[in-house]
């Protein structure tokens, strides 16, 4: 029988549409985060973009987006860490958020840069936010993909039942035993084209089952639920796109993020996308990107 996360998964996952095909852009290279290798893919020249993955997923996310973000800027996606070929550090510590901020921290000082536009999906969309929040000063703009700010998601826990529900497998993904329930063809079954797939199944071979589990086990919220302390403000101009299917993180948790960014804000809403809106609506969700980062830089 299917537990519930894999009926959730089925149900979003089982109607995905097909999208590009299993094409690799950029050149490969690491950078050293205090010891733990970090992986990332290159292209285009300009500046700075950091492209960081959610889970379960790889750089391979950003495909359909590299190559329209390289004819203006420098793009960058990242394998974070416990993911196909960066470092595999043990330890739930290891994958507190304060790790993850400091992998994005050590690829911009590899590259040379001073500050990046930083997107982000899922868990990378956590690791945008909080980075935003830490190195304002090496933010250039913020880009996030269905996550909304930690301060929604915490709220939506703490007050929406049916949020609470649909995050059953975040409370699942903690329990000590969970990467032993796991195997890299299920994490995989959610991509539709074949040969893209084969890819990811690789991919998470290579990955640490258990590592990919260590971000919910060190970072998501624990019951019971609550707003212990405020977060710092995030202090430069940032696009949210959210796929209003998304079963995961519900649309409700959007409400109020004009309260805690201290500039523009810019809020894009997707019909008919679900968590993995760039997968769903690669072309739109490139073209806004897009659009949006090519406006006239922030003064």
Not at 17 to 22: L, Q
Not at 254 to 274: C, F, R
Request: glycine share 6%.
């Amino acid at each position: 029988m299917r537990t519930h996360k894999q009926r959730v998964l089925f149900l979003l996952f089982a109607f995905l549409p097909v999208t590009a095909s299993a094409q690799e852009p950029g050149a490969s290279d690491f950078a050293d985060s205090g010891g733990v290798k970090i992986h990332y893919r290159e292209m285009g020249k300009g500046p700075l973009v950091i492209l960081i993955h959610g889970f379960p997923d790889f750089w391979y996310s950003w495909r359909d987006q590299m190559p329209e973000l390289a004819k203006s800027f420098r793009a960058v996606a990242i394998d974070q860490r416990g993911y196909n070929l960066s470092g595999k550090p043990e330890g739930v510590d290891n994958y507190k958020i304060d790790k993850l901020v400091g992998d994005v921290a050590a690829v911009i000082k590899h590259l040379k840069e001073e500050k990046a536009v930083l997107v982000g999906h899922d868990w990378g969309g956590i690791v945008a936010w909080s980075f935003a929040m830490a190195h304002p000063e090496m933010t250039d703009r913020l880009v996030v993909l269905n996550c909304p700010h930690p301060n929604g998601i915490l709220r939506e826990l703490a007050t929406n039942p049916e949020q609470q529900k649909n995050s059953q497998y975040a409370r699942d993904f903690q329990q000590p035993d969970a990467a032993k329930k796991l195997k890299p063809e299920f994490l995989a079954f959610w991509v539709k084209e074949a040969d893209a797939r084969a890819k990811y199944i690789e991919a998470f071979k290579r990955s640490s089952l258990e590592g990919m589990l260590n971000y919910y086990k060190a970072n998501y919220p624990r019951e019971p639920y609550k707003l212990d302390k405020p977060l710092p403000p995030v202090k430069c101009r940032t696009l949210v796109i959210h796929g209003l299917g998304d079963i995961y993180l519900l649309p409700g948790a959007l409400n109020d993020t004009w309260k805690w960014v201290e500039k523009d804000l810019t809020l894009v809403t997707v019909p008919g996308a679900g968590h993995f809106v760039h997968r769903d609506r690669p072309e739109f969700v490139t073209r806004t990107m897009v659009r949006w980062l090519t406006e006239q830089s922030d003064k």
